[in-house]
């Protein structure tokens, strides 16, 4: 899903077929709807004879790149199949959750995986710093692994600019989860003590909240004036909400990468994130996109948003400038372009490190209003 835009520039450009284990997003109660994926092939492996795709595109034009080694069992055994039969193979990869025993069982299985697949991998697309980490952890060669992102698409809008008088929105569009840290912005909000008006609107609750951690957090801050906690809302609206937002704040336990922040970021709003979100590789070097805050801890989140909400709201100008530099670097066409990028560096079996698009200053479109 958080894909779906790539492939659709990637199509442009080549032959492309998604081979899915279920329709839908998944996600359909959060707002997320599956995507239309024009000039993309569509097919759902239970429904097909996946051995028979396997071996008709068996040859060195067509590359297979599967989502994960383990993520689910149907596209793990057309993995092995794919090898067996000497596909051209990539993988597409989300750093795992390592505490606990879990955490040691999946560390033993990643340098297993190192010692038996390796060898079998043109590049591993990762997602965030903590994917890199994890891969080199477990043996697999550093020239293998390819820095890689979630791109969304981006809705034909106009900049946004809030009167002066209204107070300073923050948004936080994310489930209402420990791990997302909605605790930690939740407390934050409740207790900043700051001359300056401000208000925080949460999309973030299933429809019956019938979460524990959910009916816990309304009951603890429902009732504050400046905090709205509501319902999540379709996909559509919550870009529209994010792009009227002054700052969009994720301060995740643990995220992979953070769709949301590609989201506000093609919308013009800057950000707030937790160095643990995969996604704060595209802020730490990039003041103009907003702020990275860490540890994830109420002290140092409240500590961000004072100094932000002090510096006042973002100016016309530079919403332009974050979305024209979203166009530039995480849209679809960038991606694709890196992918190219990728598939070259594999074919002529260079380990020369290749730039991520936002990590590469010289490209420019013009921006959009």
Same mark, same amino acid.
């Given at each position: 899903?958080?894909?779906s835009v790539f492939l659709k520039?990637?199509?442009?450009?080549?032959?492309?077929t998604?081979?899915?284990?279920?329709?839908g997003?998944?996600?359909e109660e959060?707002?997320?709807?599956e995507?239309?994926l024009p000039?993309?092939?569509?097919?759902q492996?239970?429904?097909?004879?996946?051995k028979?795709l396997?071996r008709k595109h &068996?040859?060195a034009?067509?590359?297979?790149v599967?989502?994960?080694?383990?993520? +689910?069992?149907p596209?793990?055994?057309a993995?092995?199949?794919?090898r067996?039969?000497?596909c051209?193979?990539?993988?597409y990869?989300?750093?795992?959750?390592?505490?606990?025993?879990?955490?040691?069982? %999946?560390h033993?299985r990643?340098?297993s995986?190192?010692?038996r697949f390796a060898k079998?991998l043109?590049?591993? $697309?990762?997602i965030?710093?903590?994917c890199?980490?994890?891969?080199?952890?477990w043996?697999?060669p550093?020239?293998?692994?390819?820095?890689w992102?979630?791109?969304t698409? /981006?809705i034909?809008s106009?900049i946004?600019?809030?009167?002066?008088?209204?107070?300073? *929105?923050i948004?936080?569009?994310?489930s209402?989860s420990k791990?997302?840290g909605?605790?930690? $912005?939740? !407390?934050a909000t409740?207790s900043?003590?700051?001359?300056?008006?401000?208000?925080?609107?949460?999309?973030? $609750?299933s429809?019956?909240?019938?979460d524990?951690?959910?009916?816990?957090m309304?009951?603890r801050y429902?009732?504050?004036?400046?905090i709205?906690?509501?319902?999540?809302?379709?996909?559509?609206?919550?870009?529209?909400a994010?792009?009227e937002?002054?700052?969009?704040?994720?301060p995740?336990?643990?995220?992979g990468w953070?769709a949301?922040v590609?989201e506000?970021?093609?919308?013009?709003t800057?950000?707030?994130v937790s160095d643990?979100?995969? &996604?704060?590789?595209?802020?730490?070097?990039?003041a103009?996109?907003?702020?990275?805050? /860490?540890?994830?801890d109420?002290?140092a989140l409240? !500590?961000?948003? &004072?100094r932000i909400?002090g510096?006042? %709201?973002p100016t +016309?100008d530079?919403?332009? *400038?974050i979305?024209?530099?979203?166009e530039?670097?995480?849209s679809?066409?960038? $991606?694709a372009?890196?992918f190219?990028?990728?598939?070259?560096?594999?074919?002529? *079996?260079?380990?020369?490190?290749?730039?991520?698009?936002w990590e590469? !200053? /010289?490209?420019?479109?013009e921006?959009t209003l």
């Open positions: 899903m958080h894909q520039a990637l199509a442009q450009q080549h032959d492309v998604l081979v899915t284990i279920r329709r997003s998944g996600r959060m707002g997320w709807f995507p239309e000039g993309v092939t569509l097919l492996i239970t429904e097909i004879d996946w028979a396997i &068996s040859s034009d067509t590359i297979h599967f989502a994960g080694l383990h993520a +689910f069992a596209i793990h055994r993995f092995l199949y794919a067996r039969y000497h051209r193979i990539g993988v990869a989300e750093p795992l959750v390592m505490e606990g025993l879990p955490g040691l069982i %999946k033993l990643g340098l995986d190192a010692f079998n043109e590049f591993i $697309l990762c965030g710093k903590a890199r980490r994890q891969y080199l952890g043996g697999f550093a020239y293998k692994l390819f820095d992102a979630y791109v698409e /981006s034909p106009s946004q600019q809030r009167a002066e008088d209204c107070p300073f *929105r948004i936080f569009p994310a209402c791990r997302k909605a605790d930690l $912005l939740l !407390e409740a900043l003590k700051i001359n300056i008006p401000f208000e925080l609107i949460c999309y973030s $609750l429809s019956d909240a019938r524990t951690f959910e009916q816990k309304q009951i429902g009732d504050i004036e400046h709205r906690l509501l319902p999540f809302i379709e996909n559509h609206s919550v870009k529209i994010i792009g937002a002054d700052l969009m704040v994720l995740s336990r643990f995220d953070g949301v590609n506000a970021l093609g919308a013009g800057p950000v707030l643990r979100c995969g &996604s704060s590789t595209l802020i730490a070097d990039h103009l996109l907003g702020s990275v805050f /860490s540890p994830p109420v002290v409240k !500590e961000a948003l &004072s909400i510096e006042g %709201k +016309f530079r919403r332009v *400038r979305r024209a530099w979203a530039n670097h995480i679809g066409l960038a $991606l372009g890196h190219n990028a990728i598939l070259g560096a594999s074919h002529e *079996r260079s380990r020369k490190r290749i730039l991520t698009p590469n !200053e /010289s490209t420019h479109v921006p």
